[in-house]
C-alpha cells in the first residue's frame, strides 16, 4: 500500500472519479486536444477538486485550489517529475537541460540563470527602445492591426536584444523571428514529436539554423568578448559545479530555452492585458490617471516608475487570473500516493489547471468579472499562497516572471500614452487546443496617436 501524503490515512482508498464524456479507446484524448479548458472545467463542477481524465494512452489525475497546487509543486522533483511531464519538449531541447535534467544539474544552472534576471534597470532598457521601434516602424500614427499576430515580433526581439546582445538583435532582425517561431510550433503537450507531422519537421530543421546562428556568436564572443559585459557574454562566461565551463551544447540550449519559455507565454498575456483593459473603460481611465500622475509631461519611463504604476500591476495579475495563457501545467508521476482518500498510480500525468483554479469563487469573489482592484492591499484576494498560479509555483516558478511583468507593464504604459486604441472585436476567444491561450484573430484594435 503506498503512504498517505495529504490528509487522513484511509485503509481502501480508491482512484480519484473520472469525468463525464469518456470514449472507448481513445478516453478523452480527442477532447482534451481539442478544448482543454471546457473539460478541466467541467471535471471540477462534476467531482470538485481532484478527478481524472483519461488522456488514452495514460491516466492523468488533476488537482485544483491552492491546498493541491501547494502539494503539487512543493512535490515537484520528488512525487513528480517534470521531466516526465514534458517529455516532448525535453526532444526539442536537450535531457541535460534545466528541469529534464536530474536535480543536481537543474540546481547548478539554476545557479546560473538566475542571476541574469536581476537587474532591472538592464532589462528596462532593452524593452523602452524596442516599444519605441514597434511604435515607430510598425504602428505608424494611426491603422488597424490584429493583436494576435502583433506583438509577437516585439516580444521576440526584446529577448533578442536582452539576451543575445544588440548587435545580434540588429544583424539577425526578423529572420531570428521566423526561425524561432518555426521551431516553438514543435511544442506539444499530447503529441509524440516522431509523429511525421510538418510542424514537428518544421521545428528540428529551424532548431539546427538557429543552433548554428549561436554557435557563431558564441565564437565571436569567445575570440573578441565585449566589454562592459552583456547578459550573453556574462552566460558563455559562467561556470558551475564551482568552476567548470558550461559545455557550448548545454549554452546553446539554455540561449535557445530561455526566448522560447517566455516567448508566446508575453505575446499572449500582453494582449489579454489589453483586450480587458480596451474592454472595461472605467478602470482604463484609472490606468491613465495614474500614468499622468507618475510621469507628469514626461515621456521617458525610469525603473522607479513601475514601483508607482500599481493599477496597472493590478491589471496584469487580473490578466494572468482571467486568462492564464499556461492555462495547465504538467507532471509524471513517479510514485504511487494517496490524496484525500483517493490513491493515485505511478505512471499516471498530473496537472494543475491555472485557467479553472483562476475562477474558483471561494477563493476569487465574482471570479468572471474583470476587476483588477481585488489584488489591492485592502482586499488581496491572492494571500492565500498558490491561489494565482499563471507563473507557477514553489522551485520552479517562472524565472522569467519579473522580466515578463515588466515588458507588460512597460508595453501598455507606453501603448496608452501614445495613442488612442479601441477594440474592434469586442468579444474575442482563446485559441483552441492545448497550446499557448493566445487570443483567436480576429482581435483586432483601431488606434490613432494622441
Ligand atoms: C507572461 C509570461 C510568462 C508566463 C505566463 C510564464 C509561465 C511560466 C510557468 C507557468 C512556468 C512553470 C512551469 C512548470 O512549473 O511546469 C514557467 C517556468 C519558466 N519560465 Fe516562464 N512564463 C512567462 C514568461 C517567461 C519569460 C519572459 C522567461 C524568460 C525570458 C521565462 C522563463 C521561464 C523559465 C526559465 C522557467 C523554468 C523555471 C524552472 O523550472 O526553474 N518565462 N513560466
Not at 284 to 295: C, D, Q, T
Request: hydrophobic fraction near 40%; charge should be neutral; include cysteine.
Amino acid at each position: 500500500m503506498s503512504a498517505p501524503v495529504l490528509g487522513e490515512f484511509e485503509d481502501n482508498p480508491k482512484p480519484p472519479p473520472m469525468v463525464s464524456g469518456r470514449l472507448p479507446v481513445l478516453g478523452h484524448a480527442l477532447e482534451f486536444m481539442r478544448d482543454p479548458c471546457s473539460l478541466v472545467r467541467r471535471g471540477y463542477e462534476e467531482h470538485g477538486p481532484i478527478f481524472l481524465v483519461d488522456m488514452g494512452s495514460k491516466k492523468a489525475v488533476f488537482l485544483i485550489g491552492p491546498k493541491y497546487h501547494k502539494f503539487f509543486f512543493k512535490e515537484t522533483d520528488r512525487i513528480f517529475s517534470m521531466r516526465d511531464g514534458y517529455e516532448t519538449m525535453m526532444k526539442m531541447f536537450d535531457k541535460r537541460l534545466l528541469f529534464f535534467s536530474n536535480l543536481s544539474d537543474y540546481q547548478e544552472q539554476r545557479k546560473v540563470i538566475l542571476p541574469l534576471f536581476q537587474d532591472t534597470d538592464r532589462f528596462t532598457d532593452c524593452i523602452v527602445p524596442e516599444v519605441e521601434l514597434f511604435m515607430k516602424n510598425v504602428l505608424g500614427d494611426e491603422g488597424e492591426i490584429d493583436l494576435a499576430t502583433v506583438f509577437g515580433p516585439v516580444v521576440m526581439h526584446v529577448a533578442a536584444r536582452a539576451f543575445f546582445g544588440e548587435a545580434f538583435r540588429n544583424k539577425l532582425g526578423d529572420e531570428y523571428f521566423h526561425v524561432f517561431r518555426a521551431f516553438s510550433l514543435g511544442a506539444d503537450v499530447v503529441l509524440p514529436s516522431w509523429l511525421p507531422l510538418p510542424k514537428f519537421r518544421g521545428s528540428r530543421k529551424a532548431k539546427a539554423r538557429i543552433e548554428s546562428m549561436i554557435v557563431d556568436l558564441i565564437r565571436e564572443r569567445r575570440e573578441k568578448p565585449l566589454e562592459p559585459k552583456d547578459l550573453f557574454q556574462e552566460l558563455i562566461e559562467s561556470t558551475y559545479y564551482g568552476g567548470k565551463p558550461l559545455p557550448d551544447k548545454l549554452l546553446v540550449n539554455i540561449l535557445l530555452f530561455i526566448p522560447w519559455a517566455g516567448h508566446e507565454t508575453t505575446v499572449g498575456q500582453t494582449s489579454w492585458t489589453l483586450i480587458e483593459l480596451l474592454r472595461n473603460e472605467d478602470y482604463l481611465e484609472r490606468v491613465k490617471k495614474e500614468l499622468e500622475e507618475v510621469l507628469g509631461d514626461r515621456k521617458e519611463f525610469i525603473q522607479e516608475d513601475f514601483k508607482h504604476l500599481k493599477t496597472l500591476d493590478w491589471a496584469v495579475k487580473e490578466s494572468e487570473r482571467m486568462h492564464p495563457v499556461a492555462h495547465v501545467i504538467p507532471r509524471g508521476v513517479r510514485d504511487d500516493f494517496d490524496i484525500d482518500g483517493y490513491e493515485v498510480k505511478k505512471g499516471t500525468m498530473a496537472f494543475v489547471s491555472p485557467d479553472t483554479a483562476h475562477r474558483i469563487p471561494e477563493v476569487f469573489k465574482d471570479p468572471d468579472k474583470y476587476d483588477p482592484l481585488r489584488f489591492a492591499p485592502d482586499r488581496a484576494e491572492d494571500r492565500v499562497p498558490f491561489s494565482l498560479i499563471g507563473f507557477g509555483g514553489g522551485v520552479h516558478r517562472c524565472a522569467g516572471v519579473n522580466f515578463a511583468k515588466l515588458e507588460m507593464k512597460i508595453i501598455m504604459a507606453m501603448l496608452l500614452q501614445n495613442y488612442d486604441i479601441t477594440l474592434l472585436d469586442k468579444n474575442p476567444i482563446a485559441k483552441k487546443g492545448v497550446e499557448t491561450k493566445w487570443p483567436e484573430s480576429p482581435c483586432r484594435i483601431r488606434y490613432s496617436r494622441c
